[in-house]
């Protein structure tokens, strides 16, 4: 049994400069941006210091072998997925490798499926690109979320050209099961379309989901797909700027091997080397953390019930993000506007996620029990009142 991950002390993290911990004023607790609230793994905190003593701090090498080798091994590890590394390429971030990848593969104006609620920067992106998002939201059932894939067969059918797929998705934490995925892998290659699968949040899948590369999904996954990822979601690197573009295939392969030379020497040295110690040699430590999101995600349950009951929230399957609906609380639309006015509690708002997070609130819970705790006990003085 893996001791679950401590996070630091409040007083620590609000000395901290990210976002997450200036955006607003101290007497609010922050659980919006996707950062976490734990000390870095000493695997990476070590081979920073080191770089940084040696002044390692110019410009990453192109086709630097690092980060292929290590996430090579690390998908082999953890996912039983056998990526060859020389179709990885880096790049400075997800959401950069997303932009490039789509000019790479549409022309300006193309529509591309977005399925909302989804993370905000997927409807932003297409000013980088020159697409134009097409929304197919998610369809919900009793088991949870899942993709419309009529909808997106028609979307493809009607001209779109391609699908961002997220998977693990934020923020409903789905993990996309085998079968989904193959299908649409098979319903894009019927309609000559492509899947750009952001599987940044997939070292966070949790006990009892099983990740499915959407590459390896079907035959056809690898013809039609590109995936991004990184290891700064789990390892809390954001700051870092390194990310992976990875096919199996050589068409994808070629895709990528023709973004500009450009878009990969924007891949930061540091996010190099930490990346490469967290994928090598991060394992234990992310299983603690594995192990405190698992807990925390069920401790969100109970708090829930007892502070704001009414509200609805299914477990996320990955990720430290949680999707709840508070509209049976009448709070409006936006109830996280009326939980930071009056619980001092910054959560990411629904309705930024699209339509259908329309009296949603998106917590994060990459964080330690007791600040999960107080803020919950915030949000439940408004219940109260
Ligand atoms: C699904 C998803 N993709 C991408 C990102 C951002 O990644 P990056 O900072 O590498 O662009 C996030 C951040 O929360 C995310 O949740």
Avoid at 24 to 52: C, K
Avoid at 162 to 169: G, Q, V
Avoid at 234 to 244: H, P, Q, S, T
């Amino acid at each position: 049994m893996t001791t679950p991950l401590d996070a630091l002390p409040l007083d620590l993290l609000r000395t901290r400069t990210s976002s997450k911990w200036t955006r607003y004023p101290d007497d609010v607790l922050p659980l919006f941006v996707a950062e976490t609230d734990f000390a870095l793994a000493e695997t990476i905190e070590t081979a920073l210091l080191d770089a940084v003593r040696r002044g390692d701090t110019g410009y990453a090498p192109p086709r630097d072998a690092r980060i292929p080798e290590a996430f090579a091994a690390f998908a082999a590890r953890r996912f039983g997925w056998s990526v060859d590394p020389s179709r990885i390429r880096t790049t400075c971030d997800v959401m950069m490798g997303v932009a490039e990848v789509l000019r790479a593969v549409t022309r300006p104006g193309d529509r591309v499926i977005v399925t909302p609620p989804v993370y905000p920067p997927f409807f932003d992106v297409h000013a980088e690109s020159g697409t134009v998002a097409e929304r197919v939201p998610l369809r919900r059932d009793d088991a949870g979320w899942r993709l419309d894939l009529e909808g997106i067969e028609r979307a493809f059918a009607a001209g779109a050209r391609a699908i961002l797929l997220c998977n693990p998705h934020n923020p409903t934490g789905t993990v996309h099961d085998a079968d989904t995925l193959a299908e649409l892998a098979r319903i894009a290659h019927r309609h000559g379309a492509w899947v750009i699968s952001d599987e940044i949040h997939s070292p966070l899948t949790l006990p009892g989901a099983t990740f499915t590369p959407f590459l390896t999904a079907a035959p056809e996954a690898a013809e039609v797909g590109i995936a991004l990822t990184s290891a700064s979601k789990a390892f809390n690197l954001a700051g870092l700027k390194c990310a992976l573009m990875v096919t199996a295939a050589d068409g994808p392969n070629r895709v990528v091997w023709g973004i500009p030379d450009e878009v990969e020497w924007r891949t930061s040295i540091l996010g190099v080397i930490a990346g490469q110690a967290a994928l090598a040699h991060g394992d234990a430590w992310l299983d603690a953390l594995i192990a405190r999101l698992d807990a925390n995600r069920h401790l969100l349950t109970s708090l829930l019930a007892e502070h704001a009951p009414g509200a609805r929230y299914l477990p996320p399957q990955a990720g430290f993000l949680a999707w709840v609906d508070f509209s049976p609380l009448g709070w409006g639309g936006d109830p996280a506007a009326r939980i930071l006015k009056d619980a001092r509690v910054a959560l990411n708002p629904g309705p930024s996620f699209g339509e259908p997070g329309h009296g949603y609130a998106r917590i994060n819970i990459g964080t330690g029990p007791e600040i999960l705790t107080s803020a919950l006990e915030r949000i439940g003085t408004l219940s109260a009142s």
